[in-house]
């Protein structure tokens, strides 16, 4: 298990990285680059989520960013289910400003899957 950094949740931030790509980021773009300021590799790896934990204070900013973020088309539920099946989960023992990386969070692609 390795503890790090939290990545920047709070809405500036996210934001800012819409602005970046001309404002075509979407909330499942935002999970996306979370993970990889924590270290994942799409073309090498998988996520298993289960095994990423984030303080419960860190984990609500996150989400109520996402909600804030989403376009008028993308319905909350929509967005709690997607953080409920994708996103980190919460544990009471993550210090604040801190993700847990459990052992088996990244789950190596084989590499006669891997995309060219």
Not at 20 to 33: A, F, P, T
Not at 60 to 69: A, H, I, R, T
Not at 80 to 90: A, F, Y
């Amino acid at each position: 298990m390795k503890l790090v950094k939290c990545p920047a949740i709070d809405l500036d931030t996210m934001l800012a990285r819409i602005a970046e790509s001309d404002g075509m980021k979407i909330c499942s773009d935002i999970l996306i680059d979370f993970y990889k300021d924590l270290g994942w590799s799409p073309e090498t790896h998988e996520i298993e989520p289960v095994n990423i934990k984030m303080n419960p204070v860190d984990q609500s900013l996150f989400c109520d960013n996402m909600l804030k973020l989403a376009s008028p088309d993308i319905s909350a539920t929509e967005i709690n289910i997607m953080l409920l099946m994708k996103g980190p989960s919460s544990e009471e023992r993550v210090p604040k400003g801190k993700v847990w990386l459990k052992d088996g969070w990244l789950i190596a692609i084989p590499e006669s899957s891997q995309t060219a």
